[in-house]
């Protein structure tokens, strides 16, 4: 049942990015769209889903459970992927039961849900929090919040080469480093291994700095044994996960090139704006933006 899931290979199109204040400083950007790789299991969730689901396969499980708030981006993804390839999934949702659109959404894509409460949110990084789960669902691989670490990670590398790939579509022969929002750091630290120190990837930080984002990339990186890591972390969190202010939702609002949400994308380009405002690109610079999804999730601002 998990087969076809696994035969799907959606790429990820890159195309350029034209704003004022980027031809200003000379800095030329293109953004993979990761966002549009399908209407519903839209940007980097399928990818650091992926390995989880081939892993999912190989012990013989149907279909997958896993962990996330309720307007999560990721159980969002995961109840498509489960309605679109035909694999069971359940959601283990944080805090207390809620009627949001994305729990709606989750419903009506066919995904179990329970409400874990707060506390018992905070024991999922207990060495036995999936026993009891595995006794309720034996038929169901345990998929980390976010679906982290190292297999979430090697989903991602094959951006790098969806990059390659299309580079001369936009006349570029080449590209200096990848800008994109951090979570957990997963998706950076994909982008790392597959830089493997070549170019620089540097990651905007959508929760505060205390959150333990370097720490987990530094724990994957290790994992996989890489040597010659070029990346860097900025705090781009203005105070806060899903902390909104009026310059972040101007900005967001008159950006129409591109559609942003104000938690990852938003607050990725508004501090990539800033950067390329102090001077920190020498013209010249060719940058990859990573849109990394969750269009859905602003359904909560609204
Ligand atoms: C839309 C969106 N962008 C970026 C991220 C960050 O990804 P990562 O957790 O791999 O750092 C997430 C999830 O955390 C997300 O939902």
Redesign the pocket.
């Known amino acids: 049942m998990l087969l076809p899931a696994l035969d799907w290979h959606p790429q990820p199109r890159l195309e350029p990015l034209h704003l004022d204040w980027l031809a200003r400083a000379s800095v030329e950007v293109a953004v993979l769209r990761l966002d549009r790789i399908d209407p519903l299991i839209s940007?980097?969730k399928w990818f650091?889903l992926v390995n989880h689901l081939r892993t999912a396969h190989e012990v013989g499980a149907k279909g997958i459970m896993s962990l996330g708030g309720a307007y999560s981006?990721?159980l969002h993804a995961l109840a498509a992927a489960g309605k679109r390839f035909g694999f069971p999934t359940a959601g283990l949702l944080r805090g207390h039961p809620q009627d949001t659109p994305t729990v709606r959404d989750l419903k009506a894509l066919g995904m179990d849900l329970h409400w874990l409460g707060y506390g018992g949110y905070r024991e999922r990084h207990a060495a036995d929090f999936w026993e009891s789960w595995q006794i309720r669902y034996p038929h169901l691989h345990p998929v980390p919040e976010?679906g982290?670490g190292l297999p979430g990670a090697q989903g991602c590398m094959a951006w790098a080469a969806s990059v390659r790939e299309q580079l001369a579509t936009l006349g570029w022969a080449d590209y200096h480093g990848w800008w994109l929002?951090?979570?957990?750091?997963?998706?950076?630290a994909g982008l790392v291994l597959a830089e493997a120190g070549q170019r620089p990837v540097y990651g905007v930080l959508?929760v505060p700095q205390d959150h333990g984002v370097a720490q987990r990339v530094e724990s994957i990186l290790g994992e996989a044994g890489l040597c010659s890591a070029l990346y860097e972390l900025f705090d781009g969190s203005r105070g806060g996960f899903a902390r909104v202010d009026g310059e972040l939702t101007d900005f967001i609002e008159t950006t129409a090139a591109i559609e942003l949400?104000p938690?990852?994308?938003g607050k990725a380009l508004l501090l990539l704006k800033a950067r390329v405002e102090a001077g920190g690109f020498a013209p010249g610079t060719r940058l990859i933006f990573v849109h990394?999804?969750?269009l859905q999730g602003r359904r909560g601002f609204e």
Do not use: P, Q, V
Request: aromatic share 4%; glycine share 26%; net charge neutral.
């Open positions: 940007g980097n650091k981006n990721h976010g982290s929002a951090c979570g957990t750091g997963t998706s950076l959508a949400e938690l990852y994308t990394t999804g969750g």
